[in-house]
């Protein structure tokens, strides 16, 4: 059983399609992170959410903290080719020196 | 300009092997780390290093032994290679007490086992 759930493990949309990626946890997390990655390459942060309730917009991507602090959602709005790679959730454990990462969510965009 | 190198970027080797992957960040960072993702993309948590010292030491085989000669390397050892080692390992860095765990990543050393 993994710390945090991911979900879908896969997603394969149109262009212009909007789409939501969950993570989800029985643990309260004092932060979560978003990271793509792309193929060949390291994961890349995208955004951190701090505080309970928190909503952080990057273009056309919007970033929700759930109000316990236990799961978060990534929005991605019209979505484009260019958005295609993994995302990838990661929690910041209340005690311990380290993020613990959902299993990723494999995101296509065909035009 | 890499912030997170690692070399090298592919390896395939005999099972039974040993074999080192190092990794560099020139981010001036105080904390290191190596992952390993599977080829279910599942990225997990091998060792961590604050000041060149173990801070994390996941399940992971004794045959994996982590060194960090200073602040801003961090290799990784493998004795007797398996064949369920083959996966892409990734370095990463981050300043752990004073920026949060943002992970920079390495752009990742894919291990083959024949």
């Known amino acids: 059983t993994q710390l945090l759930e991911q979900s879908p493990q896969f997603l394969s949309i149109q262009e212009g399609e909007n789409l939501t990626v969950y993570c989800n946890s029985s643990?309260?997390?004092?932060?979560l992170q978003w990271y793509r990655q792309e193929p060949g390459e390291g994961p890349v942060l995208l955004v951190t959410v701090v505080t309970g309730g928190e909503v952080k917009k990057l273009k056309r991507l919007t970033f929700q903290f759930g109000d316990a602090r236990k799961d978060s959602s990534l929005h991605i709005t019209a979505a484009q080719p260019g958005d295609t790679g993994l995302y990838l959730c990661?929690?910041?454990?209340?005690?311990?020196?380290?993020?613990?990462f959902g299993a990723g969510t494999i995101l296509r965009v065909k035009s | 300009d890499t912030a997170v190198s690692q070399t090298p970027k592919y390896l395939v080797t005999q099972m039974g092997n040993d074999k080192s992957i190092k990794c560099e960040q020139n981010l001036g960072h105080d904390t290191m780390y190596w992952y390993k993702q599977d080829s279910k993309k599942f990225l997990k948590i091998m060792f961590s290093?604050?000041?060149?010292?173990?801070?994390i030491n996941e399940t992971v085989p004794n045959r994996f032994s982590p060194k960090s000669p200073d602040k801003a390397h961090l290799n990784l050892h493998i004795n007797s290679l398996e064949l369920g080692d083959s996966a892409v390992y990734f370095c990463?860095?981050?300043?752990?007490?004073?920026?949060?765990?943002?992970?920079?990543f390495g752009p990742g050393t894919r291990l083959l086992v024949l």
């Open positions: 290093y604050n000041n060149k010292e173990l801070i």
């Open positions: 990661a929690g910041d454990m209340e005690y311990g020196n380290k993020l613990v």
């Open positions: 643990s309260v997390f004092s932060s």
């Open positions: 990463a860095s981050s300043q752990l007490y004073s920026g949060g765990k943002t992970q920079y």
